[in-house]
């Protein structure tokens, strides 16, 4: 069984950095995309940035190009979102998920971890 745990949130001043971690485990996952959401009191679930576990097809949201790099470690089977010149709108809980590469949606999920940032 696909599991996905997140870590690493916290409280940040702005322009402080964070980096989370999504610990994955159940299988092998060469063959899944990686993909980080972010989810706003009130607001929808917002793609983020995803990457291909080969490393490869990275991609992000215009909100957070240029501060937020997302990446893997496949030895440690864990997935990063470094972000940095964070931002009070890039308050959300952060949730990590994963989708085999040929499918469009993604269909194992995280329980997500809270960044806030202060103004």
């Given at each position: 069984?696909?599991?996905?745990?997140?870590?690493g949130g916290?409280?940040?001043?702005?322009?402080?950095s964070?980096?989370?971690?999504?610990?994955?485990?159940?299988?092998?996952?060469?063959?899944?995309?990686?993909?980080?959401?972010?989810?706003?009191?009130?607001k929808?679930?917002?793609?983020?940035?995803?990457?291909?576990?080969?490393g490869?097809?990275?991609?992000y949201a215009?909100s957070?190009?240029?501060?937020?790099?997302?990446?893997?470690?496949?030895?440690e089977?864990?997935?990063?979102l470094?972000?940095?010149?964070?931002?009070p709108?890039?308050t959300?809980?952060?949730?990590?998920?994963?989708?085999l590469?040929?499918?469009k949606?993604?269909?194992?999920?995280?329980?997500?971890?809270?960044?806030t940032?202060?103004?």
């Amino acid at each position: 069984q696909v599991q996905l745990v997140e870590s690493g949130g916290g409280l940040v001043q702005a322009g402080g950095s964070l980096r989370l971690s999504c610990a994955a485990s159940g299988r092998t996952f060469n063959r899944y995309r990686m993909g980080w959401f972010r989810q706003a009191p009130g607001k929808e679930r917002d793609f983020v940035a995803a990457i291909n576990w080969s490393g490869g097809s990275i991609l992000y949201a215009d909100s957070v190009k240029g501060r937020f790099t997302i990446s893997r470690d496949s030895a440690e089977n864990t997935v990063y979102l470094q972000m940095n010149s964070l931002k009070p709108e890039d308050t959300a809980a952060y949730y990590c998920a994963a989708r085999l590469v040929t499918l469009k949606e993604y269909a194992y999920w995280g329980q997500g971890t809270q960044v806030t940032v202060s103004s």
